[in-house]
């Protein structure tokens, strides 16, 4: 089932923050966060995994929450390049990512 | 090191015809599963191969298959296009299938169009 991502979309000023909310009816191993511009395929930015683990790049930081299957993305001091959809991917047993219904973002100057 | 690249970028079908899409993993990645992604939709799983075997399948019918071949490669097969298979087709390399804690490395996608 596809994990329920919110909100839907956001606009925000230049510097301002956001976080973005993914929801699974499952239980997970790993949360994966995406972004996809216009156009272009997914760019991997972090992934979280059942223990705390942590692993990605950018100026992004998320949480995961095993017990509530929940995870956020936290967008600080947004930038002109934050622009596009975020999606996030859940792990669960086939070792699959299954993709969440996505929030799109834009940062306005 | 090189990225995920997909061939064609564009495809345009008959309803009723077949397809192959092809996808070459990044190097050093074993992995490979394929998406397709509607308008304004998420991407929807159709299968992984991991070393050669299919590794998982999503709710997709049997006309969706595919292949992966010893140097990780990939190809999706899609016969008896149906319009509704019109979407952009995303394939992604992996470090390693049977490990949930490495990242998707996306190729850029063939846009498929059915008429």
């Known amino acids: 089932q596809q994990p329920v991502q919110s909100p839907q979309a956001v606009i925000l000023r230049e510097g301002e923050d956001a976080v973005i909310n993914c929801s699974s009816s499952?239980?997970?191993?790993?949360v994966h966060w995406y972004r996809q511009k216009h156009g272009e395929a997914p760019v991997f930015l972090m992934i979280l995994l059942k223990g705390g683990e942590q692993k990605g790049h950018e100026k992004i930081s998320a949480s995961f929450n095993e017990k509530k299957q929940q995870s956020s993305l936290y967008l600080t001091a947004s930038q002109l390049s934050y622009s596009g959809t975020y999606f996030c991917g859940t792990v669960g047993g086939y070792q699959k990512v299954t993709f969440g219904t996505g929030t799109k973002l834009q940062v306005i100057p | 090191e090189t990225g995920v690249t997909q061939s064609p970028t564009h495809l345009i079908k008959t309803r009723g015809q077949q397809v192959t899409l092809r996808c070459s993993s990044q190097?050093?990645?074993?992995?490979v599963s394929w998406y397709q992604q509607a308008l304004g939709q998420g991407p929807q799983f159709i299968f992984q191969?991991?070393?050669?075997?299919?590794?998982g399948r999503g709710n997709f019918p049997p006309r969706f298959s595919g292949l992966q071949f010893p140097n990780y490669s990939s190809e999706l097969n899609v016969n008896a296009l149906e319009l509704d298979d019109s979407a952009l087709y995303l394939c992604?390399?992996?470090?390693?299938?049977?490990?949930?804690?490495?990242?998707?490395?996306f190729g850029s996608g063939t846009r498929l169009t059915v008429v």
């Open positions: 190097s050093g990645h074993n992995t």
């Open positions: 992604a390399s992996s470090l390693d299938g049977q490990r949930t804690n490495y990242g998707y490395t």
């Open positions: 499952k239980a997970l191993y790993s």
């Open positions: 191969y991991y070393r050669e075997e299919e590794n």
